[in-house]
């Protein structure tokens, strides 16, 4: 359901300490429309818009008419495939409902940023998250929740950033073409319920090859998708292979390294700390990686000040 972001399936997340967003939101009555400035530059009409979209569902439960101005800066590369529409949508979340006066509960507010984009209902919380898929037609049931087993277990996420070329098709144009024509998507459907148990039984029992087997069998399987859409796409890029097939090698010389792609081109690797750095080097070794950032799972939002 695209008006009211409920997806057809459930999902999980790691929440990462290095990839933040900080966002500050103030209602005034002098202005005429939303503002956004984000990492000091007006943002573009189409951010703009999405923003007020979002913003009217809290005007609307709060019965106030006021616009806003909101300042964010991302400490996650923006819309390089690194979700800072996660982490953007979550601390706006979390600082206009304050600013609007709401008193809201965090499973309430996971409904709400869920609205903004799908994936920061799991940013909301910290470390390893679930956002179920829920079955109401209104969206009540589809919140995000933490998976209290993860708690403490600290694993490595290390995010490849490659020399790519821009995307040729947008996540969500990506999206929508495979639903509606790729023949595989209804056999992604049924695995990726079953995968998703798999990953939770994984974090339950703190087995890193169990969720790193996992993570990287059901990216692959995501990805197989686009190409059975019509027309046929892929989000891989020859660097994006290259990866792969070094965390392929890392992994028969006894390295525990798998890779995750979401919608775009770069890599995410999952590891063990003690190899995090052996694993960062071998990356910046091939000449198509620009950049590897090392996280590990952090905490969800908190509230800098609420000072006026
Ligand atoms: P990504 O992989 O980084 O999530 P997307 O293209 O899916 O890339 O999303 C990027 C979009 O997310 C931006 O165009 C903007 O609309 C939104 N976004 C990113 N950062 C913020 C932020 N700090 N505050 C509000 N919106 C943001």
């Known amino acids: 359901d695209e008006s009211l972001f409920l997806p057809t399936n459930s999902s999980l997340s790691i929440t990462l300490d290095k990839f933040y967003t900080t966002t500050t939101v103030k209602f005034c009555d002098h202005l005429s429309e939303d503002i956004f400035v984000l990492d000091g530059h007006i943002g573009s009409q189409e951010d703009t818009l999405k923003i007020t979209r979002f913003l009217n569902l809290l005007r609307k439960i709060s019965g106030k008419n006021q616009y806003a101005m909101i300042k964010s800066t991302n400490k996650v590369p923006t819309a390089a495939g690194f979700a800072s529409s996660a982490s953007g949508y979550a601390a706006l979340t979390a600082a206009a409902v304050k600013s609007i006066g709401l008193d809201l509960s965090l499973k309430e507010l996971t409904r709400i940023a869920r609205q903004g984009s799908g994936s920061a209902s799991r940013s909301i919380h910290g470390g390893f998250v679930e956002w179920f898929r829920g079955e109401k037609e209104d969206g009540s049931d589809s919140f995000a929740q933490p998976i209290s087993e993860g708690d403490g277990w600290d694993i490595s996420i290390l ?109 995410k690797i999952l590891c063990e700390p003690k190899d995090e750095q052996l694993v960062k080097d071998a990356l910046i070794s091939l000449p198509v990686v620009r950049n590897v950032h090392i996280s590990h799972p952090g905490p969800g939002i908190s509230y800098l000040s609420e000072q006026k």
């Open 159 to 267: 995010s490849a950033l490659l020399t790519s070329k821009p995307k040729k098709v947008l996540s969500r144009e990506g999206m929508k073409r495979t639903v509606e024509t790729s023949p595989f998507y209804s056999a992604w459907l049924s695995e990726v319920e079953k995968d998703f148990l798999i990953a939770k039984k994984a974090i339950e029992k703190r087995d890193f090859e169990m969720l790193g087997m996992v993570t990287e069998r059901n990216a692959l399987k995501m990805h197989a998708t686009t190409l059975g859409a019509n027309p046929p796409f892929m989000y891989w890029q020859g660097a994006t292979i290259d990866v792969m097939e070094l965390i392929q090698e890392l992994r028969s010389s006894g390295i525990q390294a798998y890779y995750t792609i979401d919608a775009g081109p770069n890599v």
